[in-house]
T-cell receptor, first 114, second 113 residues
Framework: GAVVSQHPSWVICKSGTSVKIECRSL??????MFWYRQFPKQSLMLMATSNEGSKATYEQGVEKDKFLINHASLTLSTLTVTSAHPEDSSFYICSAPESGNEQYFGPGTRLTVT | AQSVAQPEDQVNVAEGNPLTVKCTYS??????LFWYVQYPNRGLQFLLK??????LVKGSYGFEAEFNKSQTSFHLKKPSALVSDSALYFC???????????FGTGTRLKVLA
């Protein structure tokens, strides 16, 4: 199946700093990618849809100025958590659809803000 | 509004016994349904999907799911559980006309040796 990678897999940052998470489709092109957030022992919450060459579409309640998404190429989307705070600590997962309708998910990035 | 429900937070089953993880859905139009598995600190792995065709769908690792339109269910099944099947299982439905998924709340499967 298709492969989606994320980098880094784990990051610790200080409160007030920004951190960038990369999501790459390794063997296919993805005009659309999705960013999810998962709290411990909870389901995935869709944050936004990343669109190659255009602005991201954010779900209701997600602060677009805090979670900056850039989809600069057909294989790369980035999520930047700006001015991170401890409540932003979470597991962030990206996904991309490939032919066949299913989504392929990245391995996730665990963000810890101290 | 489209939604997915997984009524069981946790399912315990003895190794070698059959397992069922329940999922019901509510969608407009024809449903595109999926099952994913998640191991600790990992992303989701695709197990199987129903788009159209046979109601019994076979997937990875010996899992299968039965689509039941009248009961709006898509339960995940396996004839003989393995300890290594212990993980978090998510049912999802694709929003019509998009690639967006709506996930259920997840069911933790624990297979006891």
């Amino acid at each position: 199946g298709a492969v989606v990678s994320q980098h880094p897999s784990w990051v610790i940052c200080k409160s007030g700093t920004s951190v960038k998470i990369e999501c790459r489709s390794l063997d296919f092109q993805a005009t659309t990618m999705f960013w999810y957030r998962q709290f411990p022992k909870q389901s995935l919450m869709l944050m936004a849809t990343s669109n190659e060459g255009s602005k991201a579409t954010y779900e209701q309640g997600v602060e677009k100025d805090k979670f900056l998404i850039n989809h600069a190429s057909l294989t790369l989307s980035t999520l930047t958590v700006t001015s991170a705070h401890p409540e932003d600590s979470s597991f962030y997962i990206c996904s991309a659809p490939e032919s066949g309708n299913e989504q392929y998910f990245g391995p996730g990035t665990r963000l810890t803000v101290t | 509004a489209q939604s997915v429900a997984q009524p069981e937070d946790q399912v315990n089953v003895a190794e070698g016994n059959p397992l069922t993880v329940k999922c019901t859905y509510s969608v407009s139009g024809n449903p595109y349904l999926f099952w994913y598995v998640q191991y600790p600190n990992r992303g989701l792995q695709f197990l199987l999907k129903y788009i159209t065709g046979d109601n019994l769908v076979k997937g990875s690792y010996g899992f299968e799911a039965e689509f039941n339109k009248s009961q709006t269910s898509f339960h995940l099944k396996k004839p003989s559980a393995l300890v290594s099947d212990s993980a978090l299982y998510f049912c999802a439905v694709r929003v019509s006309g998009t690639y967006k998924y709506i996930f259920g709340t997840g069911t933790r499967l624990k297979v006891l040796a």
